[in-house]
C-alpha cells in the first residue's frame, strides 16, 4: 500500500483516536514506557547496527553521536513519556460556555488537529517523544524519521505501535514511512493531513513550506539578535552574549548577530570582542567595526546569515530605532534581545520588533519549550498563524464549537421573535 | 508603484501600527464613523454610478442588490463601527505570566498578527467593516473589494484612509488594490503578508488557497448536514430542517444534505419533504429514498455537492456511525447536526464529527459570529489551524513571548548550578 492510501486510511480512524479518553491514552503511554524497556536489548543491537554503517560511512562525530541510543538516552525517553502521562489533559478543555438564549448553550472544547505529518532529523528518541506527544493529545501521526537511523527506528516503531494498539489504540494511530521518496507522497496528502511540522536543516524545512499545501508549523531559519543599548550594563552583558553565541552553536535560538550601540562601542566592543575570543568564536562586521576588532569585513546583504557555528556578525547602530529596523529587516522573528537598564527602551524594543520572542538581559538561547516551563515541546514556531515560539501539547490541539439546542430556528432571530441574551455559563 | 513595494512598505509601517494605543484605535474608528457620515452624498453618488453600471450590464437581480450601498446601509456600517469601539482590546492581553526563576519572567502578550490581505466580494459594507477591524487589531490590511463596486469602494476607501492617517495611523496603515491583477501579485507576497482571508465563491477560495504561500483563513465549501436520529422529535425536526435549508440559501451554513435513520424514513420523509416543498426546495436522493419521496436519483460521489440553491441531497443511514463517517466523508468540516432526543447519541456525534461546529436540535445556520456573540466577523474558517469556524477579532491576534531578565544565562541551568521553578504571576 503507498502512503496516501495509508494515510487516508489514518484520516477514516483519526475521529476514534480523537475520542480515546485520557486513562486510555495515559495507559498507551505508560505501556509503551515499559515496553521500551522490556525490550531495551533489541533496541540497542538495532542501533549497533545503525552505528556501525556510520562509521562504515564515514558521517562526522556529531552526527554519530546524535544516533546513539544507549542506555542513558532509553532512560531519557522513557522518563520523558512519564512526564508526559502526568501532564494535564490537552483535549476537551472548555474554552468557552455561553447560553445565546434560553436553552441554546455553545461550548467551544478542544479537541485533536487530525493527522500530523512529523518528519524530523536522524535521532532516534525523536521518534518516541513524537510518538508519544502526539498519542497524549489524540493525534494520528505519520513518521519519517533520517534513514542513518533506519535500523533503530523501525524497532522502536514496532515496540510503539504493537503496544498502544495493544492498548486499544486504533490500527491507523501511528504509521512510519521509511523510504525518502514517501516525503514528497506525504506533502501531496492535502486532502487528508492536517498539519506537518518539520525539523531538520533549513534548506530542508524550506524545501517542504514550499512544496506542499499542507500548513506548516516550524522554522526554518534562526537568526537571533542581541542589541547592546546606550544604558547597558557591562557585567550583565559579557556573560549573556557569550552565552548566546557559545552555549550551543547548532541550535536555532543562538545569537547570529549582535548590535551595538554607536556611543559605547568603543567601550563595549574590545571586552566583548576578548570574552567571545576566548570562547572560541570569529567575527564579521562591517568596516566601522573592523576599527575597534579583529574582524572579517561583510556586506551589508550579509547580515541574514545564520551561521549555526562559532562565528559573528557584528553592526553599529546610531539608535534604537535603527536598531529594532535591522531586526525586523534582516531577522527571522525568532528571539531578540536587548541588554539596557532603561525600561522605557525595553518597553519599546518589545513592542516594536516583530518576533516570537522578545527579551530583555538575558540569553536567546532560553526560547524553549522546556525552559519555558511547557513540559513537553513540539518544536519552536516562526510563523504567527496558530502557535508562535516555542510550542508545547497545546501546539497539536485545535477546538469545536458544540451547539445544544431544543429545536431553535434562525428564523426566529432574524424576523424579530426571539432576541439572544449571550450570558457566560458557569464552568461545569 | 505596484503591489509589491506598497506592501514591504506597509510591512515596514507594521510594528507602528501595533504598537498604537487602543485609545487611538478607537479614536480612528470614530472619526471614521463621523466621517462617513458627514461624507454620505459623496458615497451615495459613487454607489448609483456603480448601481448604474451593474443596470447596463445586466448583472443579476441579487447581485444588484448587494451593491447598494444606501442611507439604511451606511447607518449599519457606522453602528457597526461603534459597536467594535466598545469592544475589549483584543492586544495587549497577558495569556501568560510566569517566573522561570527568580528575576526572569515571562509573559504571553496579545499583538496584531501584521500584515493581512483581505479579497472580498463586490458590497462596499464589506470593506467598511473590514477596515475597521483591522483597525481595531492593530494589523495593516489590503484590501481588495469586487470590481462591481469599484467607484464606491474608491470614495469609502478615500474617507477611511484620509481620516485614520489623519488621526496618527501610519501611512502604511491601508492600502486598496484595485486592479483584478493585482491579486496574483498580491499572493506571491509571502515574505511581507502574514494572512489572506479570501471570501467569496467556493471556486475564487479555492484558487487563493492553491496559489500562494501565505497561510490562508477561511472556507470553500460549505457542506453542512442534519443527521435525522432514530430518536428524533418531530416536532423540533421539521421547522429545524426548514430553517436549515431555507432561511438564506446563498450562505455557507445552509444545509446541503439530509441523513436520515433507516427505522424512520417512512415516517419522517413524507412530513419533511412536504414541509420543504412548500419552502420551494427540491430533492436529490438515493434509489431508496425515491421509494418515499419524489426526487431526482443521484450517485454517491455527488454528496459532495454544495447547491446554495433551493435543492437538497438525501439519504438514508443504517445507524448513527454510518451518519458520522458519511460527514466526514463528504462534508466539508463546517457545521453538522444531529436531531435527536438521545443525549449519548448526540454526544457521540459531537464527538466523532469532525467538523467546526458539532449541533444538536438547532439549525445549522446559527453557525456565525455575530450568532455566537462575538461582536464582529472576521469570517469562517474550515481549518483547523490558528482558528476554527467563526472568528471573531481574536482571528486578527497573535501572541509574543516577552521574558525580562537580570542577566542571565542558559550555560547556569544546563551545567545544574540553577534550577527553574516555574511559578505562575498573579495578574498585574
Redesign the interface.
Known sequence: MNIREEVKRMK?D???M??LSLEMRNRALEETARELESRKEEIFAANARDLQAAEEANLPPSVQKRLKFDEHKLLDVVKGIRELEKLSDPLAQVQLA?Q?DEN?N?YRVSCP??VIGIIFEARPDALVQISALCIKSGNCAVLKGGKETAATNKVLFEIIYQTVVGCGLPKGCLLQAEQHQEIDELLSCHDCV??LIPRGSNSFVQYI??HT?I?V?GHADGVCHIYVDEDY?M???L??V???KT??TAACNTMETLLVHRNIAEEFLPEAAKALTEAGVKFRGTEEVSRYIDCEVMEEEEFHTEYLDLMLSVKLVDSLEEA??HI??YGSHHTDCILTENSRH?ERF??????????????T???DGF???FGAEVGIST????A???VGLEGLV??????????????D??EGRKT?H?QELSEE
Chains 1, 2 share one sequence.
Not at 518589545?350 to 540569553?363: E, H, K, P, T, W
Not at 510563523?383 to 496558530?386: F, M, S
Open positions: 477514516a483519526s475521529p476514534q480523537a475520542a455561553r445565546l441554546l455553545l488537529i487530525g492536517d498539519l513550506m514550499n499545501k500548513p508549523m550594563d557585567e550583565k552583558a556573560p549573556v557569550v552565552d548566546a552555549q550551543y529594532i529596523t525586523n529587516t525595553a518589545m513592542q516594536l520588533v516583530d518576533s516570537a520572542g522578545v527579551y530583555q538581559n538575558c540569553s538561547r532560553f526560547a525552559r519555558y516551563g510563523g504567527k498563524i496558530h508562535r515560539g516555542p485545535t477546538y469545536k464549537y458544540k451547539l445544544y439546542g431544543q429545536g431553535q430556528i434562525v428564523a432571530y432574524a439572544f449571550f
